[in-house]
């Protein structure tokens, strides 16, 4: 009983449950269309966000059956149940598989269209695992997209208007956290004395370059929430748009502040992870969504 209490714990850490927190970017949509109060569309949006998480744990298993010799020589990946023998690939491939399985059966339940789109992402996720993570600025560029994707699905699963304001805000900002990511993990190899990540197409050498292009990427982000704000389509959405521009400071010191503490050197390498948990990360979400609710009443 002991034996198999210790394989569902393993199991239970290789999910990533914490993770699925990531897996609310797919409200975004539901958010900004100001359908929060449609109980149709929140109940099945919840059923997108699961969709999504299930077949995100399917990849993570996948993805440490993958990295196994890899991530037995990161100085945190080692302890994970796969790389530390708690778990075995065998077993890893089956959960994994499983997990893929119902979560394209969830989507498969609300609509082919969102079927089609986790589709995407569960290839694109499989074909960075065993490749595309190895290329220059292309891993970065995945990362972007698999968050961007999940917000694509929130717009799709519930036939929402298809925002190009969204969608291109969404891909500067991830893509901006994705270089965070690449260069949190430079940091780790200059404080190991490391030249070359293993299983990574950069060298310690590349931290300055991953830097600019990352804070660029933010900033534009902002520049492109400017100009929906400045946008003829806001009027129609809010009462009082103006209040909007508020957002742009917001999310300028949001970035800044996450690009500091990087280049600091304590930016664990999961930015989205560490937002999640970080108190003045969460203060400017609620910022940002009274920001919102007050252009649309007041």
Known sequence: MTRIKFK????????????????????IPLLTSHQLTNTDMLV???FIFLAFSFSASGVYFLNDVL???????????????????QLSPRMGVICGIFYLLVGIGIAFSISMNLL?????Y???????SIKLKSYLILDVLCLSAFYTIRVIAGMVGLALYFSPWLLIFSMFMFLSLGFIKRSSELHNLR???????????????DLEHLTRMGIAAGYNAVLVLALYINSDQIRSMYVTPEWLWLLCPIVVYWISRMWMITNRGNMPED????????????????????????????
Do not use: C
């Open 116 to 120: 089609a789109i986790l589709i995407v």
């Open 191 to 205: 404080l190991f004395k490391e030249e070359k990540a293993k299983g990574r197409g950069y060298v310690e050498a």
């Open 271 to 298: 930015p989205v992870m560490f937002a999640i948990k970080d108190r003045p990360s969460l203060g400017i979400v609620i910022t940002i969504f009274s920001v919102m609710v007050l252009a649309m009443v007041s």
């Open 8 to 27: 569902i714990r393993a199991i239970i850490t290789t999910m990533r449950l914490p993770h699925w927190l990531k897996n609310t970017l797919v409200f």
């Open 122 to 128: 569960i290839v694109l996720a499989v074909s960075y």
């Open 44 to 46: 099945k949006n919840l």
């Open 67 to 85: 990295d196994l010799q890899a991530d037995k020589h990161h100085h945190e990946k080692k302890s994970r149940p796969i790389a530390s023998g």
